[in-house]
């Protein structure tokens, strides 16, 4: 069968989870990447394309790479040629141009103009920026331009359609779901700082799991309600209105995975030490043996100190990006797993 290359876009530093998540939806994949780059370039059956874009999960957006060359007068007339397989009479197009690199005398708006208006004059096509047929994708780094389709154009693969309710400070659900991979295996978990419910959603798409999920506020309970409902698993997510520090919980649950306050657009409940304090306290008394504790935080310091007072070892650090913050998903365990 045809193979075919697509650009796969994430949250720097997860492109392990996209190539991950590849490799199980489409046989034989293969990718390659840069670490925190945010990209992940793929080599697929050409049947698995809309599998992937329909169940990915670690995807931002999707790009058909139709090929690369060298100099820009060689881009123009090969971008020509491929549209022309389209047989586009009466089509309309949109182009979206990326400089990735610095070396070159043009910014990415006067690239796509330029192409733009070399396809106008070769094939006579009309320009719609907001509702093309043809959304020509084209992007140049270091001396390479790759030419292709934007296949993700028309809505964001990170834009999960069960977020009837957002938390002010919400979780990317991308990282989220990430977070859901690193705590594997697991039966039942817990997000004593859920939110509306991001954590337990995401991971329900990974294993169908149950979930326990509280959260200081109360309207953001009805919000995760509201949520689960709409993915078809509130009968699979327990919510409490609960402080952390205060949690009703008494029963073992196999993993923890939640997003602590920032200290940004959210205050902790008695300061950022006493919140993941109380987190790893919690942990300690009813978190299984072989369980996982997996945070999202940018106060590495701060969770590792209140992770080793509970008797936690940082088993793996995963550094992220997001929206020009530097942050990381730190993976917990009991000294015996953090140490095999």
């Not at 989220?176 to 991971?203: K, V």
Request: aromatic content about 10%.
């Amino acid at each position: 069968m045809t193979e075919t290359t697509l650009l796969a876009t994430t949250v720097p530093g997860l492109e392990f989870v996209v190539a991950e998540e590849a490799s199980e939806l489409c046989r034989g994949a293969k990718t390659w990447y840069s670490p925190l780059s945010g990209r992940v370039f793929l080599r697929v059956e050409e049947g698995c394309v809309p599998h992937f874009i329909s169940y990915a999960r670690s995807v931002e957006g999707v790009r058909l790479i139709a090929g690369e060359v060298e100099g820009k007068q060689a881009l123009l007339e090969q971008v020509v040629s491929f549209l022309r397989s389209f047989e586009p009479a009466g089509l309309r197009f949109a182009v979206n141009a990326e400089r990735l690199t610095k070396d070159a005398p043009f910014t990415s708006l006067d690239l796509a103009r330029e192409v733009g208006e070399h396809i106008r004059s070769e094939l006579g096509l009309e320009v719609s920026l907001n509702a093309p047929d043809i959304p020509v994708y084209i992007e140049y780094e270091a001396g390479i331009y790759r030419f292709g389709l934007d296949l993700t154009f028309y809505g964001g693969l990170r834009d999960r359609p069960y977020r009837a309710f957002v938390h002010p400070s919400a979780l990317n659900p991308i990282i989220a779901y990430a977070m859901c991979r690193l705590a594997r295996p697991f039966r039942l978990i817990l997000d004593p700082f859920c939110g509306s419910g991001t954590i337990p959603l995401e991971c329900f798409h990974v294993d169908g799991s149950e979930a326990l999920c509280s959260d200081v506020r109360f309207e953001y309970m009805r919000g995760a309600v509201e949520n689960s409902k709409r993915v078809g698993c509130y009968a699979k997510l327990h919510l409490a209105a609960a402080e952390v520090g205060y949690s009703p919980l008494r029963s073992r649950v196999d993993a923890i995975i939640t997003n602590p306050p920032f200290g940004l657009r959210e205050k902790a409940v008695g300061g950022l030490q006493r919140a993941y304090g109380m987190l790893f306290k919690l942990a300690s008394k009813v978190l299984a043996d072989e369980g996982r504790v997996v945070i999202v935080t940018a106060r590495v310091r701060t969770a590792e100190q209140a992770a080793s007072r509970a008797g936690f070892a940082l088993a793996r650090r995963v550094p992220i990006s997001e929206g020009g913050l530097r942050s990381y998903v730190l993976v917990f365990s009991r000294p015996e797993e953090g140490n095999s």
